[in-house]
């Protein structure tokens, strides 16, 4: 049943982003400008899929049960971020392939990124992340996860306060959200840290009344 929640959501990522691209290469041309176009929307869609898997357990964490479906769902939202940048980087190549390169530092800080997103998607199937172990497995989600939103930032930081309201609207929301996101998993972690201390010093006041108890109940166990 998880299995085909999953495909849906795949389904319906790479089906929108393969949708959003077709309209904009139609309406501009499927030339450098449309493919430009393309690829910064598809970009930004693709951000919004990886935003709501990187945040969603923060954010139920931090405002209750109201944002338990973002949680609920955060491996789906990862694999539909993992299908929509499939189109996004087939435009990469499509730009690449007919007029221009970018430079090799783009290639390694994205190309890095879209390894992460392979490797987690590729290890979130079935049982594979078994082959890690729990520890290994959670290193590569920490990291992977982490440099990723360090790259999304990386882009929406290219100067949004410059070239006008319009580049403002398209770059700052995006930045803001990338910045906000790692906050709230910090604030949402020192909270669980929190709980967790009060619950073990709870326990083990409990378990030294216990035994409190239990020597003035034995005459014996006194002397």
């Not at 997103?117 to 082959?131: D, E, I, Q, R």
Request: with cysteine; net charge positive.
């Amino acid at each position: 049943m998880r299995s085909r929640s999953a495909e849906l959501w795949i389904g319906a990522a790479l089906g929108a982003n393969l949708f959003l691209s077709a309209i904009i290469l139609v309406a501009r041309g499927a030339g450098v400008h449309g493919t430009e176009a393309a690829l910064f929307a598809t970009g930004r869609v693709a951000f919004l899929w990886f935003w709501a898997a990187y945040a969603g357990g923060a954010l139920t964490t931090l405002f209750g049960a109201a944002f338990l479906p973002l949680k609920q769902r955060g491996r789906e939202f990862g694999l539909a971020f993992a299908a929509a940048l499939l189109v996004h980087l087939a435009l990469v190549g499509w730009l690449c392939w007919n007029w221009r390169t970018p430079p090799i530092d783009v290639f390694i800080r994205f190309g890095t990124a879209a390894a992460f997103t392979l490797l987690l998607a590729l290890f979130s199937f079935g049982n594979l992340h078994a082959v890690l172990g729990p520890k290994g497995w959670q290193l590569l989600r920490i990291i992977g996860m982490n440099y990723i939103l360090y790259a999304f930032l990386y882009d929406f930081m290219q100067n949004p306060l410059h070239g006008g309201v319009r580049r403002l609207v398209l770059y700052l929301p995006f930045a803001v959200m990338a910045i906000v996101a790692p906050l709230l998993r910090l604030a949402a972690w020192g909270i669980q840290s929190d709980f967790l201390r009060t619950r073990t010093g709870v326990a083990a006041e409990a378990q030294r009344a216990r035994r409190e108890f239990g020597c003035k109940n034995d005459p014996q166990q006194a002397r």
